[in-house]
């Protein structure tokens, strides 16, 4: 059972998400709060394995939230769900730790598939803000591959995880084993002096390393 915590100030939209993710087999909602005023103590109180974020509410908003749960928890998964595809919200959500940005016109039964994915180890987007995403990292200023050193191999990894692979998915399409994939990601962490998957898939576009 994937336990969901919803964060979303629009009471039609918070509460027709709440019942169609709460009566779908396999997940359950624990609780959908207008804002983030309390997010710590509600993050901690209801221990989710995926939060939904909106942006865009009143007191605190969904970047602050964020902030404030990777202050306290670096595995929940947060995935922002939003009408924002700006590319100032997209990054400030990528360099707080989100793992995932997606549309709030994404289709019901994709967002299920998302929040499993997320589960996974995937980090989804929605395609158009990939796209976006992509985009706006290629325009920034770029820095070598040798700067960091990554293997051959660890280039491969990443490249997997930007793409939103799980680390079973990795291990498949390199025909490795899962702890060779723990192993290549955490001195991909070490060589980007990163500490999550998000920072490093940031840092991969920023920096251009792929």
Known sequence: MIRVLIYEDN????E???MFIDGSIGF??????????????????WKPNVILMDINMPGTDGLEGLRQIRE????????MLTVFDDN????EALRNGADGYLLKKT???????Y??????????????????VLKMFKATAQTKH??????????????????GYSYKMIANDLFIAIDTVRSHIKKIYEKLHVNSKSEAVAKAFKDRLL
Do not use: W
């Open 11 to 14: 009471a039609q939209f918070r």
């Open 16 to 18: 027709g998400l709440t």
């Open 28 to 45: 359950s909602v624990l609780a959908a709060y207008k804002n983030c005023d309390n997010i710590k103590e509600e993050v901690q109180k």
């Open 72 to 79: 306290i928890n670096t595995e929940t998964k947060v995935l």
């Open 88 to 91: 100032k919200n997209v990054f």
């Open 107 to 113: 289709p019901p039964a994709k967002l299920l598939e």
């Open 115 to 132: 929040i499993q994915d997320a589960t996974e180890g995937g980090a989804p987007m929605t395609s158009s803000i990939a796209a976006q």
């Open 146 to 163: 040798h700067e960091y050193d990554l293997s051959e191999r660890e280039r491969q990894v990443l490249h997997l995880l930007v793409e």
